[in-house]
T-cell receptor
């Protein structure tokens, strides 16, 4: 089991550019979550999917953020256009069922927008 | 609304016992999770309490009081490797809502 795989690990981009973060959940897991972590706000839930369907995107900060899950083994989080305040660590997590056994987090993508 | 509070930082000495408190206010509460996160790494699952009482797992124990909206994580026989952030998370309907975490520093 390779765990939840995120890419890239680090991303530095200029303000206004499009950024795409990628996630491969653990095979067989039916829930996928995107979180953002900053020192000030901690881990914030952005959006989550169940069986590839978005269930709750109320945490997505604004229209510049979008997420897709085209199949059970892949999800993307896109920011267009990016802004310096988007700088954070973005985590993807997956779980089997409704988190009774906890989520498994990926290693995260550290995004810096300059 | 939803609110989860825990202390920002704590310090302790190697071999000692430390208790990290967490209070929460959330609708649709289904349980309380604790995660450990070392600097620069992903959070990892420590414990899950759904019923009131104490759950013990080796050196770590977690307690929940649903009526008081309160939980704590107890770490015994502290080791240097326990220096990390500890995240309290309320399980709300079908998602985890995290607190900002408590950064624990263990000194020799």
């Amino acid at each position: 089991d390779a765990g939840v795989i995120q890419s890239p690990r680090h991303e530095v981009t200029e303000m206004g550019q499009e950024v795409t973060l990628r996630c491969k959940p653990i095979s067989g897991h039916d829930y996928l979550f995107w979180y953002r972590q900053t020192m000030m706000r901690g881990l914030e839930l952005l959006i989550y999917f169940n069986n590839n369907v978005p269930i709750d995107d109320s945490g997505m900060p604004e229209d510049r953020f979008s997420a897709k899950m085209p199949n059970a083994s892949f999800s993307t989080l896109k920011i267009q256009p990016s802004e310096p305040r988007d700088s954070a660590v973005y985590f993807c997590a997956s779980s089997l069922g409704m988190a009774l056994y906890g989520y498994t987090f990926g290693s995260g993508t550290r995004l810096t927008v300059v | 609304g939803q609110n989860i509070d825990q202390p920002t930082e704590m310090t302790a000495t190697e071999g000692a016992i430390v208790q990290i408190n967490c209070t929460y206010q959330t609708s649709g509460f289904n349980g309380l999770f604790w995660y450990q996160q070392h600097a620069g790494e992903a959070p990892t699952f420590l414990s899950y309490n759904v019923l009131d009482g104490l759950e013990e797992k080796g050196r770590f124990s977690s307690f929940l009081s649903r009526s008081k909206g309160y939980s704590y994580l107890l770490l015994k026989e502290l080791q240097m490797k326990d220096s990390a952030s500890y995240l309290c998370a309320a399980y709300n309907t079908d998602k985890l809502i995290f607190g900002t975490g408590t950064r624990l520093q263990v000194f020799p």
